[in-house]
């Protein structure tokens, strides 16, 4: 049960081409946005679309994984965790962040 307090589950389309990082220590790290549609039919009877912007990491085997076989535009279900992150910039302001911490994805189809 304990997996269940923090998962996350969507379907999306990658927006950028997937950012690779890799440090000194080894490991490897994978950042890309990722976006969700949702539809409804307005009061009018028109269809409107809304999209929303998630911003997905992966490190390790997931990350080198990701970066073989995802591209900017492929339709991907991603499974892991969601994590808030803060540090303070050079100008001493906070800067906050919400990410979600890949664990699996499966690639469902290419925009290629």
């Known amino acids: ?3 269940l307090r923090n998962q996350v589950q969507l379907i999306g389309n990658l927006g ?3 950012e690779l990082k890799s440090f000194e220590n080894g490991s490897t790290l994978v950042r890309c946005p990722l976006a969700t549609n949702e539809y409804y039919i307005n009061n009018k009877g028109e269809k409107i679309q809304e999209t929303q912007w ?3 990491v992966s490190w390790g ?4 994984n990701m ?3 995802l591209s900017k535009g492929d ?3 991603i499974k892991g ?3 808030h992150r803060k540090y303070e910039d050079a100008q001493g302001s906070v800067k906050y962040f919400s990410e979600v911490l890949v664990n699996e994805f499966i690639k469902l189809n290419s925009k290629r």
């Open 75 to 77: 339709e991907v279900a």
């Open 61 to 64: 085997k997931v990350a080198l």
């Open 81 to 83: 965790k969601l994590v």
């Open 1 to 3: 049960m304990n997996t």
């Open 54 to 56: 998630h911003t997905i």
């Open 67 to 69: 970066n073989t076989h």
């Open 16 to 18: 950028q081409e997937l």
